[in-house]
Structures are given as C-alpha cells and as structure tokens.
C-alpha cells in the first residue's frame, strides 16, 4: 500500500478523523508508508497544554549537588532520582518521574519535563501530549513499553508546567546521562526545544536541525517537535512524521552497523 501526500496528512490527523486500521503493522513494512496513527489523538483537545519553548539561561539556585551517577544500576538510580533534591523542581513535586519502558529500547524519546498529571501519576507522557505521543509510536508500531523507553529532560514538575530553566536541566542532566548510558538506546529522538538544549546543548530553531543526524555518546539522534506544540499546530504533524521516518531510518542504520561490528 502506497499512500499519495494528502492520504499521509489525512493520517497524521491534520483532517479530524485520525482512524486505526487493522494493517497498521503491514503498512511499516514499506519504507516511507505513513502507518495509521491511534484514534486516541482524535479525541485530543487542543489546549491546556504548555507550549515548549526554549529554556532561558536562567539562574535557579541549585540545593545540593546532583549525587555522582556514575556505577549507580538501575535500581539506584530510579531511586537517587525519585529522592533527588539538586534543584528548585523538587521544593513542588508530588513525586519524580523518572521514565518508562523497555529497558532495552531500540528508541529513547526524550520530552520537557512531567505535567501535572504525569506529577501526580509519576509516569511521563500521561497526560493529551502523551496521547499524541502514543499515536506517534503507534504509527512507528511501537507500543509504550516495547522497545521504547520514554524519559524527560528534567524529572520533576516544573511549576505551572513552564518551561524548565537551563539550570534546572543542568541539574538533572547527570540522570539522563546515567538513563542514555545504561539504556544504550539505537536511535534518541529529541522531542521539542528543551530537549535538544539539554543533550545537545542547542539553541537553534527546530526547523534548522529538523531531519539532520545529530549524535549523543556515539548514539544517532533526531530532533522533532514536542507533541504539545503539534496539539496547537496541527499541520506541523506532517513534518513529525518525516522526522519520526528520519529518526526510523538513522534506526536502522545503525541496527546494520551493528552487524559489522
Ligand atoms: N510533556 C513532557 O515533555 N513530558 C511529559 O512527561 C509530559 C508532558
């Protein structure tokens, strides 16, 4: 099955009917076939959600240092960053999040940081971005938790679900690190500006490094748009999906260097 350019964008929701067919899995087998995404997102409203933008330099004063990660196994660092007290972030949390998923995973995605429902729930990507962000793995054919790790910039809710402070990311990069390094993911996907400046320490606009190879620890990277962003600008999704096949194809390459090692 071959689907033209406005059949894709139908697909990615930018027409209101999104609708899950049963060849979804099928459809992935051809290179560059949109697969459908999940009729979740059809019910997706479109606001209360925060709009990532790009931290600022700010100045949050930070509490005690991150504790040395390095030799922590998962267990230890599930729990170092649960009790975490390195910055501001966690004077307002319910609880930390670290992440959810494979340990195993063929993907990282990497968002922002949790919202409230992700605060109270302690899972990341629960609340309608999350939705969304299931349709997008579904429309790859994968499933949360299936070779699919999902974490957060920042681990602990940002108040008002503004965008986390440089500092506040500086302060919790050393858990992303500890998560990137034990994960040893094939492929990160960096969802929105916060994330791209926390591991790549870019401040350029998404549209330049969209569909560009970027690498973190000799792992490949994509960058594309947080699906919060893409529930407010909806014909965006097209361009998400070109990133996510971006992000499928840097996948498989690297799943074929593998074999030559
Ligand atoms: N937005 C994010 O960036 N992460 C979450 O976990 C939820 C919303």
Redesign the pocket.
């Known amino acids: 099955m071959s689907l033209n350019r406005e059949q894709m964008l139908a697909e990615m929701g930018i027409t209101p009917q999104w609708v899950l067919r049963d060849d979804a899995r099928a459809a992935l087998e051809q290179e560059e076939t949109p697969a459908p995404i999940a009729e979740a997102a059809a019910s997706v409203a479109v606001t209360a959600v925060a709009l ?1 933008v790009v931290a600022g330099a700010g100045e949050a004063p930070v509490l005690r240092p991150t504790p040395a990660v390095d030799g922590l196994g998962w267990p230890e660092l599930q729990q170092g960053i649960r009790e975490c007290s390195a910055c501001i972030l966690c004077q307002q949390r319910k609880q930390a ?1 670290p992440g959810v998923g494979d340990l195993k995973p063929d993907w990282l995605f990497i ?5 409230a429902e ?1 605060d109270v729930r302690g899972e ?2 629960v ?1 309608q ?2 939705k969304l962000l299931d349709a997008m793995l579904a429309s790859l054919g994968i499933a949360r938790g299936e070779k699919v790790y999902i974490a ?1 910039a920042v681990k602990c809710r940002p108040p008002g679900n503004r965008t986390p402070e440089a500092a506040e990311m500086a302060a919790c990069r050393p858990w992303l690190e500890r998560q990137i390094t034990l994960l040893k993911p094939k492929v990160i996907v960096l ?2 500006k916060a994330a791209v400046h926390s591991v790549l320490g870019e401040d350029k606009s998404l549209a330049a490094m969209r569909g560009r190879r970027f690498e973190h620890a000799g792992i490949p990277v994509a960058v594309t748009y ?3 962003y893409l529930l407010r600008n909806l014909p965006d999704k097209a361009k998400a999906w070109e990133d996510l096949l971006f992000a499928r194809r840097l996948l498989r390459e690297a799943g074929q260097s593998h074999m030559f090692e």
Do not use: C, D, I, M
């Open positions: 990532p999040v968002g922002e940081g949790p919202g992700e990341p990507f609340g971005a999350g957060n969802l929105g947080h699906p919060a």
